[in-house]
């Protein structure tokens, strides 16, 4: 089933065609790839699903019902989260307690009255928020501040921050940009647990071709704002369009 479809997506910023009469499907379970050369509209497209960014035509659907024209919070409501974007960490509080505020938020709005007042809710956001650490492998650090953390461990905590607000889609920006090799394949190992165990639909964003090769099953090429290629990784891998437009940059597939 689809669970995300964009169709003849626009948006220009003054003269340039950021993104150009792109369309996509993103089937549910699956973790589809969107990759393409240096300022071929990736963030951007992201941006317009997200509301972030408002775009000059076309549709965006998540479980048939329209994204467009929906503030991001209505839009991280509907089950639509973005890491690495939007999720807050505050330094001096500790990781359950992100992960916590994370969860009710997502559940109240306006978290705050609701934890004094709900016991019993506060409870259940309790166990969402530890259920998303131990996710990360982070529960054995619940009760540290965050300030305290690894850059590696941070960025975990982004991830558990987004997973305690329970997402249909996950929408993930260069989830591995400024890793070490090793927090890079952790990362990769989280995804896929997360993938596997939890049957969450991804959307990644990625340069790092290890990364797009060991995690998608579906692959979206963009080049200058508009869709090149769209198949399996084997299927993109050996498109002439796509070697093209990458040997045109210096980028390496
Ligand atoms: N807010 C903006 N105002 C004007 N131009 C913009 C804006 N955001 C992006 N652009 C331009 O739109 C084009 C697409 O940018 P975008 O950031 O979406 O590319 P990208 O594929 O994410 O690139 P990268 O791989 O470098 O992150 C680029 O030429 C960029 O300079
Ligand atoms: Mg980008």
Same mark, same amino acid.
């Given at each position: 089933m689809a669970l995300l479809e964009v169709n003849s997506l626009n948006k220009s910023f003054g003269g340039l065609q950021a993104v150009n009469n792109a369309s996509l499907t993103v089937e549910e379970g699956r973790t589809h790839a969107i990759i393409g050369p240096n300022g071929a509209g990736k963030s951007t497209f992201l941006n317009l699903v997200i509301g972030n960014l408002e775009a000059d035509s076309g549709t965006v659907t998540f479980l048939g019902s329209?994204?467009? =024209?929906?503030r991001p919070h209505e839009v991280n409501q509907k089950g639509v989260v973005r890491v690495f974007q939007s999720p807050q960490i505050y330094?001096?509080? &500790?990781l359950l307690e992100n992960t916590t505020i994370s969860a009710l938020a997502k559940r109240d709005g306006t978290f705050v009255m609701n934890f004094f007042q709900h016991p019993r809710r506060r409870k259940e956001c309790v166990a969402t928020a530890e259920q998303a650490l131990d996710s990360v492998n982070l529960l054995h650090l619940a009760e540290e501040e965050a300030i305290n953390l690894s850059y590696g461990d941070k960025r975990r905590l982004e991830l558990a921050i987004c997973l305690s607000q329970k997402p249909k889609l996950l929408l993930l920006d260069e989830? &591995?940009? =400024?890793?070490s090799q090793q927090e890079t394949q952790s990362t990769i190992d989280l995804l896929k647990k997360l993938s596997k165990d939890e049957d969450m639909t991804q959307v990644i964003i990625e340069h790092d071709m290890h990364v797009v090769f060991s995690l998608a099953e579906h692959l979206t090429v963009l080049h200058q704002g508009t869709v090149i290629s769209d198949g399996t990784p084997e299927q993109v891998k050996n498109d002439p369009k796509v070697i093209e437009a990458y040997l045109g940059g210096v980028e390496e597939l």
């Amino acid at each position: 089933m689809a669970l995300l479809e964009v169709n003849s997506l626009n948006k220009s910023f003054g003269g340039l065609q950021a993104v150009n009469n792109a369309s996509l499907t993103v089937e549910e379970g699956r973790t589809h790839a969107i990759i393409g050369p240096n300022g071929a509209g990736k963030s951007t497209f992201l941006n317009l699903v997200i509301g972030n960014l408002e775009a000059d035509s076309g549709t965006v659907t998540f479980l048939g019902s329209s994204l467009l =024209g929906l503030r991001p919070h209505e839009v991280n409501q509907k089950g639509v989260v973005r890491v690495f974007q939007s999720p807050q960490i505050y330094p001096e509080m &500790t990781l359950l307690e992100n992960t916590t505020i994370s969860a009710l938020a997502k559940r109240d709005g306006t978290f705050v009255m609701n934890f004094f007042q709900h016991p019993r809710r506060r409870k259940e956001c309790v166990a969402t928020a530890e259920q998303a650490l131990d996710s990360v492998n982070l529960l054995h650090l619940a009760e540290e501040e965050a300030i305290n953390l690894s850059y590696g461990d941070k960025r975990r905590l982004e991830l558990a921050i987004c997973l305690s607000q329970k997402p249909k889609l996950l929408l993930l920006d260069e989830p &591995t940009a =400024g890793m070490s090799q090793q927090e890079t394949q952790s990362t990769i190992d989280l995804l896929k647990k997360l993938s596997k165990d939890e049957d969450m639909t991804q959307v990644i964003i990625e340069h790092d071709m290890h990364v797009v090769f060991s995690l998608a099953e579906h692959l979206t090429v963009l080049h200058q704002g508009t869709v090149i290629s769209d198949g399996t990784p084997e299927q993109v891998k050996n498109d002439p369009k796509v070697i093209e437009a990458y040997l045109g940059g210096v980028e390496e597939l």
